[in-house]
Nanobody, 115 residues
Framework: VQLQASGGGLVQAGESLRSSCTASGSIDSKNVMGWYRRAPGKERELVAAIATNGRTTYADSVKGRFSISRENANSTVNLQMNSLKPEDTANYYC??????????WGQGTQVTVSS
């Protein structure tokens, strides 16, 4: 499985960004896709994830502001980030987790939110 992520950028607090991640290759029909993030000096954090059955998970810190969705026969996952805060600044990594436990990662995309 190969993951191609896009999006990220530099915005001011309160603005929005949208990131996408597309999976290609041998994709299990059942999988979970989403994003982790890592900020300098902080632990890696699960931001949001969505399963092929549509079930979603969000970090408490982004609930109500971020929204994750899938399209293109579940091969693309989108992360809509609204009301961004400086504490959302991090490198965001797209991931794909198969039913057998195998995982793949996309390249990181930097999100920087200025105050």
């Amino acid at each position: 499985v190969q993951l191609q992520a896009s999006g990220g950028g530099l915005v001011q607090a309160g603005e929005s960004l949208r990131s996408s991640c597309t999976a290609s290759g041998s994709i299990d029909s059942k999988n979970v896709m989403g994003w982790y993030r890592r900020a300098p000096g902080k632990e890696r954090e699960l931001v949001a994830a969505i399963a092929t059955n549509g079930r979603t998970t969000y970090a408490d810190s982004v609930k109500g502001r971020f929204s994750i969705s899938r399209e293109n026969a579940n091969s693309t996952v989108n992360l809509q980030m609204n009301s961004l805060k400086p504490e959302d600044t991090a490198n965001y990594y797209c991931f794909w987790l198969g039913a057998g436990g195998d995982d793949y990662w996309g390249q990181g995309t930097q999100v920087t939110v200025s105050s």
